[in-house]
């Protein structure tokens, strides 16, 4: 680091300054742990932060994390040029689906992009990474070139980091994050340092515990959600069941993304390893949402982890013109057509279009400028098309990977972004599609169509590439799906304090947002039943949907479910842990809260007291009951109910599958229906509510013998230990 | 059936905790840094459950802001619309003869009442936050950061806005006897000056930075009895990860004053809004009562804004002693004539005398730097206006602190005849909105006191503040000028003689200004 930190200052001769605005530098030290380079110290006498401007490379940090906005860095950022192999783009188009991206060519390469990582204390790639890889811990291995203990630190959090690191955004993710991004500067180049990784050393087998633990899990679909679920629990000695309905496993990283992005071979690379390892992969085998309650019958738990497969159609006039295909049709048929000795030309006939022997050139215009729009477009290219993109969106908006529209630009592909369809034109058949233009000036606005300067184009085929959403037929008997992956209230000061949320960034704010999909994806939606990736979420990424399904399979483990059926059902589960979270003002709840505590431990059931401001969906999936407690706001008759906080915290709950629930209040005078109001917003969520309480000033009196908290704890305990199976619901 | 009664541990971790290394905080120096300054834990007041419960309530600070929210808005209205006779007019002579008296002894007694109560930054907070009292995510308007080096003047620009404002105060003579109309135009001028603030840039950087109030408050305000909100136990706080009390939490917003309640050494920044107390997630925070003038005393850091703040607002108060001297409308006149300018009180002669006077109490600092100060330290050290040292700051600042209780009592005793010759005039005004009352009212003549037992008062009031400023500048300077002056005897005198003459002269003004009457 420092050697780069020296070559840079030798080439450009400047030098960051950082100014400590000691007027509002309150010496919380919030710099100072979070310098990349320790550049800031405390200065005793004063209390205040202090910088050493020679340690200092310009990263930022120290501004994006101060809570008062009192440190200013000027200065150019000093970290070398980023290591950039170009794409290795093939000689002839037609037919060849070689890799296009290249990794690094060695270890020089790979060692020098390594050096650009500042190790930052507070990773924000880290956050930006949606399985949370450690980031700077592998980069750290790579430095030390220890490929072994790179992958030691990618198996934490990934199974798939072949696949990862060719297909994910990281721009917008892992990269967008880095330091040096939200600086303002160019990104360590994560994504090829974890290729190189894998590149260099393959990924190894799973590695099953020795000892079988006897859950028996069926997870539904073989896509990457499902990947991720499956490796872990077959890892951790369950009986994994997986159901395929394609005669290959893999979903969309297979019939979805092309080989000249993702090769097959590394697509499968993990059912191919957990096949020869012992899991139960039956491909060709199609569970619909009927054969759910089949499969809880015979299995502990189940995984929806079939994905968002319904590709989206434009709903304009023409659209069911022949000629007219979704993406998923064009994909894997081309898929075949391009394999060694596939059928081109039948794949082109199949489509409707002209034989070989027509001298001219199918159009092919694609809908959509997305990732998924963008491998049809390129695999047109490669089955001899002409390709144009068309999106609504404006350019600055794009969806698709930054390299890849280069990339698909270079291949010949027409991009035209502020474009939409309005109509498909043809006797029969597709041949003029009529195109609007449009205006977006805000990526969170949709986009306005105009009337001026409508446009028309000649076309042979239409491929329908917007994206893909749930399937019906399985939202409907899973409840709470889809998940919105929005985050409500005041972001996680984790998060704030880190840095990535700074300067309004769209990054942070996307990773924020993909956390309330991992962490609904730790709670079951119903007894039993976990859902995951894009079946949970909606059409989303190959990490994120992998990182779901491990969140998952951890919960699955950490809940031990049982079906029914299941002979050691009781000696399995095994000590119960409960929750009780409280919302006080005054500190009665929080006393009630212990008490109700107390009362679990005098029959011998260990529960953890926590204020609900610390309870979020991990706390929630790592415990077997949890009790709820509030205290009741409003004045004597007026607006009685819960209290404000516990009734934002409520309206923000995950789906509570199955979960025992606890519900008690403490009142002045009296809580007329607040109990009944928490209750209503558990059983929305799918909670079962076992028992309720309501305190006063007599039964918070604890030498006045009634029915207090205590005995409520108690009795919530009995429930707990005794009747699990039949929780009867207070109503 | 009986179950075990270990836990089971959780496989539900986060995975980021496992890649964040963040470096040790220092707590190197911590102890010694705030020993002096940290209140009596048996002195917080929040942990009574009713005080816990009501500073809990976000509507707290909205019912403080709404009685003086009601009274202001009527000051605008009453006064553009009322009565032209100053002690008739409800804004006039509440504005004038009550409240400014009443903000005086509140910032002596508690500090930063009024700034949890204020009405003008209370509305523009209101809009700024786009809620009365609710935690709300978006706030409208830039969020700007004040310009930096604007920002490192600290109080000196507002000691400029007090100044502006009193100026304009005494050229449209909207005080005294009060001018119902010119109140309204400057309490409408403040307000909107505020908002203008508040639209532009982040937190309450007009109540930190402009506000004309502020260096009053925050200088005098600093003999009071509250501390303020304060940590409960540091070393959570330096733990911390999170942080809420700064950047605001689920149940308050972050710190609009910009002070960690870890690191507060005197109540000068607390705005007591509360917000810090409502955020923190671990009841870590609590709001402290302390001795009178331990945020005199006891902060270690000294800083040059408020010793500057101190010594121009003294040459204030001692300028409006002066000019109500006999000689002093000759000189005007003279300086009018001769700088052709219309109208009293000449810009000139106003921030020459304030200029002078503050200088004069610099030098009389810098002077006992000179006799006092030892040879063998280095006192000197660069850095811009807020951060650098040298022999003169050495001394100039911790006097400039004793000096505060002579001040603040200075301030007091200045607004006492007002308070007395014309504060029951606020009932027969109140009746005038309604119609009733008038200039025959008994309660328009009555007085609380006449001219020559105010002076009395007004004499006790500098005594009370001298021995007060004695026993602050006597302990200041054990501590911070002996350590480093030649001769221990030497320093104490010229300090503690130099609060006796500040004392002496200002009552002595006083008598002067009845004896000119």
């Known amino acids: ?731 | 059936m009986t179950y075990e009664v270990e836990d089971r541990e959780s496989r539900l971790t986060d995975p980021v905790a496992v890649a964040i290394r963040l470096r040790p905080q220092q707590r190197e120096g911590i102890g010694e840094r705030f020993d002096a300054s940290d209140p009596h834990q048996g002195l917080d007041i929040a942990r009574n459950p009713l005080i816990a419960r009501i500073l809990h309530n976000r509507k707290f600070q909205f019912l403080l802001i709404l009685p003086n929210q009601i009274i202001f808005w009527t000051v605008i209205f009453v006064g553009l619309m009322g009565t032209a006779v100053p002690g008739l007019n409800f804004g006039a002579a509440i504005t004038w003869y009550v409240w400014f008296c009443l903000v005086f002894v509140m910032m002596v007694v508690v500090g930063r009442a009024w700034c949890a109560m204020c009405p003008f930054g209370g509305f523009a907070e209101w809009i700024q936050r786009r809620s009365f009292f609710q935690r709300t995510q978006k706030t409208l308007g830039l969020g700007r950061k004040f310009p930096e080096p604007l920002a490192r003047m600290g109080f000196v620009l507002p000691v400029g806005s007090f100044l502006l404002l009193t100026w304009i105060e005494e050229y449209f003579n909207i005080a005294g006897p009060g001018n119902p109309a010119s109140t309204s135009f400057m309490v409408i001028g403040i307000v909107a000056t505020a908002l203008v603030f508040f639209l532009v840039f982040e937190r309450r950087t007009f109540c930190r930075y402009i506000c004309p109030l502020t260096s009053v408050i925050g200088t005098i305000g600093s003999m009071g009895s509250v501390a303020g909100f304060r940590t409960r136990d540091r070393d959570k706080c330096v733990s911390c990860q999170t942080k809420d009390c700064m950047r605001g939490g689920d149940e308050g917003f972050g710190c609009p004053w910009y002070t960690w309640p870890a690191s507060s050494d005197s109540n000068l920044y607390c705005g007591l809004c509360t917000e810090c107390y409502k955020s923190c997630p671990e009841e870590n925070i609590g709001l402290f009562l302390q001795k009178p003038l331990t945020s005199v005393v006891a902060p270690k850091r000294r800083r040059a804004d408020v010793a500057w703040a101190v010594a121009l607002l003294f040459g204030l108060v001692l300028y409006q002693q002066l000019n109500a001297l006999s000689f002093y409308n000759s000189f005007d006149g003279w300086l009018n004539t001769h700088l052709h300018f219309p109208h009293y009180p000449n810009p000139v002669a106003y921030l020459g005398m304030i200029l002078l006077l503050s200088v004069v109490i610099a030098g009389a600092a810098k002077g006992i730097g000179v006799l006092s100060a030892r040879r063998d330290i280095e006192f000197d050290r660069p850095g811009n206006f807020i951060d650098k040292d040298s022999r003169f700051r050495a001394y100039f600042l911790p006097i400039a602190y004793g000096l505060i209780p002579v001040v603040g009592a200075d301030y007091f005793a200045r607004q006492l005849p007002k308070f007395f010759k014309s504060a029951p005039r606020v009932i027969p005004a109140v009746q005038h909105m309604f119609g009733f009352a008038g200039v025959n009212s008994p309660l328009y003549n009555a007085r609380i006191l006449s001219d020559p037992r105010i002076i009395v008062v007004q004499v006790c009031v500098i005594a009370l503040g001298t021995l007060g400023a004695l026993w602050a500048m006597l302990r200041i300077t054990n501590r911070e000028l002996v350590p480093v002056s030649r001769n221990a005897l030497l320093v104490r005198t010229t300090t503690l003689g130099l609060v006796s003459v500040c004392g002496a002269v200002t009552a002595v003004l006083y008598v002067a200004m009845q004896a000119a009457n």
């Open chain 1, 1 to 731: 680091m420092t050697q780069s930190i020296l070559s840079h200052e030798r080439a450009y001769g400047a030098h960051p300054t950082v100014q400590v605005l000691t007027d509002r530098c309150a010496g919380c030290q919030e710099c100072v742990i979070r310098c990349p380079t320790g550049a800031l110290s405390m200065e005793t006498l004063r209390w205040v932060a202090s910088a050493d401007d020679d340690l200092c490379v310009g990263c930022r940090q120290c501004e994006r994390t101060c809570p008062f906005s009192a440190i200013v860095v000027e200065g150019p950022m000093l970290v070398e040029p980023r290591i950039e192999p170009e794409p290795v783009h093939p000689a002839r188009l037609l037919g060849d689906i070689s890799e296009i991206r290249s990794g690094f060519a060695g270890w020089p390469e790979a060692l020098a992009e390594a050096e650009r990582c500042l190790q930052c204390p507070d990773p924000t790639c880290v956050r930006g990474c949606p399985a949370h890889n450690d980031i700077p811990g592998f980069i750290a291995s790579v430095r030390a070139r220890d490929l072994e203990g790179a992958h030691e630190i990618l198996r934490r959090t990934s199974t798939l980091p072949d696949v990862c690191s060719r297909v994910c955004n990281q721009a917008a993710q892992c990269e967008g994050a880095c330091s040096w991004s939200l600086a303002g500067g160019v990104a360590v180049s994560i994504g090829r340092l974890e290729r190189f990784i894998v590149d260099n050393l393959e990924v190894a087998p799973p590695t099953r515990s020795s000892e079988a633990n006897g859950l028996s899990v069926a997870i539904i679909g073989s896509g990457p959600a499902g990947a991720g679920a499956a490796w872990d629990l077959f890892e951790a000695g369950a009986m994994v069941t997986v159901y395929e309905k394609d005669a290959t496993p893999g979903g969309l990283c297979v019939w979805g993304i092309p080989d000249f992005t993702l090769r097959e071979e590394l697509a499968t690379r993990p059912w191919r390893q957990l096949s020869r390892a012992g899991l139960d992969l039956r491909c060709g085998t199609e569970i619909g949402p009927d054969d759910i309650d089949g499969l809880l019958f015979t299995h502990d738990a189940v995984i929806v982890a079939n994905g968002a497969g319904v590709p989206l159609r434009l709903p304009v006039p023409g659209a069911d013109l022949d000629g007219v295909v979704d993406a998923t049709t064009f994909l894997q048929g081309a898929r075949a057509a391009l394999e060694f000795g596939g059928d081109q030309q039948g794949f082109r006939s199949s489509l409707g279009l002209a034989s070989d022997d027509d001298s001219r050139t199918p159009n092919v215009l694609v809908l959509g400028a997305g990732n998924t729009a963008m491998d049809v477009a390129r695999t047109a290219r490669r089955l001899g098309m002409n390709a144009t993109c068309i999106d609504w969106l404006d350019e600055r908006f794009a969806l698709a990977r930054p390299d890849e529209l280069e990339e698909a630009r270079h291949e010949g592909v027409e991009v035209c972004f502020s474009r939409t369809l309005t109509a498909l034109r043809g006797e029969g058949r597709v041949a003029r599609a009529e195109l609007a233009r449009t205006t977006q000036d805000r990526a969170d606005r949709r986009p306005k169509v105009l009337s001026e300067n409508p446009e028309g184009r000649e076309v042979d085929l239409v491929v329908m590439a917007m994206g893909y959403r749930l399937d019906p037929a399985f939202t409907d008997v899973l409840p709470g799906t889809p998940v919105r992956k929005e985050s409500h209230g005041v972001a996680d000061r984790r998060w704030t304090a880190s840095g990535i949320l700074a300067n309004h960034n769209a990054v942070g704010q996307l990773a924020l947002g993909r956390e309330v999909g991992l962490w609904a994806a730790t709670l079951p939606v119903s007894d039993r039943l976990w859902v995951v990736g894009d079946a949970l979420t909606g059409p989303a990424t190959v990490v994120e949907a992998m990182a779901q399904g491990r969140r998952a399979a951890a919960a699955v483990l950490d809940a031990r479910p049982a079906r029914p059926s299941r002979q050691d059902r009781e000696q399995w589960s095994g000590p119960r842990r409960v929750l009780v979270c409280y919302e006080s003002v005054g500190g009665k709840t929080a006393r009630a809260a212990e008490a109700i505590a107390d009362g679990y431990s005098a029959q011998g059931v260990v529960a953890r007291v926590l204020p609900i401001a610390r309870v979020g969906a991990a706390e929630l999936a790592a415990t077997d009951m949890v009790v709820v407690g509030s205290w009741v706001e409003g004045f004597v008759v007026a607006g009685v109910g819960p209290a404000k906080g516990m009734r934002a915290w409520l309206a923000d709950l995950p789906r509570l599958g199955g979960k025992p629930v606890g519900i008690f209040c403490t009142y002045g005078v009296s809580p007329k229906d607040t109990l009944g109001e928490m209750r209503r917003s558990f059983q929305e969520r799918g909670a079962v509510v076992v028992a309720q309480a309501a305190f006063g000033p007599k039964e918070l009196d604890a030498k006045a013998g009634v029915f207090g908290p205590r005995a409520f704890g108690e009795e919530l305990a009995l429930q707990i230990m005794t009747n699990e199976a039949t929780y009867v619901p207070v109503e």
